[in-house]
């Protein structure tokens, strides 16, 4: 039986580092297991609406509007192949590299939702080398309607 990625594992399928501060639902363990490296949630929500969050985050924060750019500073050049993974993600949500979008705005929160959402799906696939479930695609849902 092929165990499940680390990201579905510690219930934080885009697997957000730990920090200093403590996001919402974030536990120390799971299960009895500690990752030092990454954080842990109580539950798939938690870990969607953390990286939610911080998407959101990169927008309001950091200015960030552009996809190759929202990918740049999620998944660095040092850790990862930051161009594929931002093509991987453009090719799924059917966008350009270039093309601004918005998950962030308070001008049309329906279609910054709808987009967040197809975000999350997009790199939960390059995360976890699969298109998220039925289930986790309902705590997709949940997490996004927290923000």
């Excluded at 219930?11 to 030092?36: A, C, F, H, M, Y």
Aim: glycine letters at 6%.
């Amino acid at each position: 039986m092929t165990q499940q990625p680390r990201g579905l594992r510690n219930n934080n399928p885009l697997n957000i580092r730990r920090t200093q501060s403590k996001w919402l639902g974030e536990v120390d363990s799971l299960k009895g297991q500690r990752d030092t490296a990454f954080c842990q949630f109580s539950s798939l929500v938690y870990g969607y609406r953390a990286a939610g969050k911080l998407l959101q985050t990169y927008q309001t924060k950091y200015k960030l509007y552009v996809l190759n750019q929202i990918i740049g500073r999620w998944a660095p050049p040092h850790e990862n192949n930051t161009r594929a993974y931002a093509d991987r993600v453009a090719q799924q949500m059917t966008k350009e590299l270039g093309e601004p979008i918005s998950v962030a705005s308070l001008l049309d929160v329906t279609k910054d939702k709808a987009t967040l959402r197809a975000l999350i799906v997009a790199m939960h696939l390059v995360e976890n080398g699969q298109l998220p479930t039925a289930v986790e695609r309902d705590a997709i849902n949940q997490a996004v309607a927290m923000l």
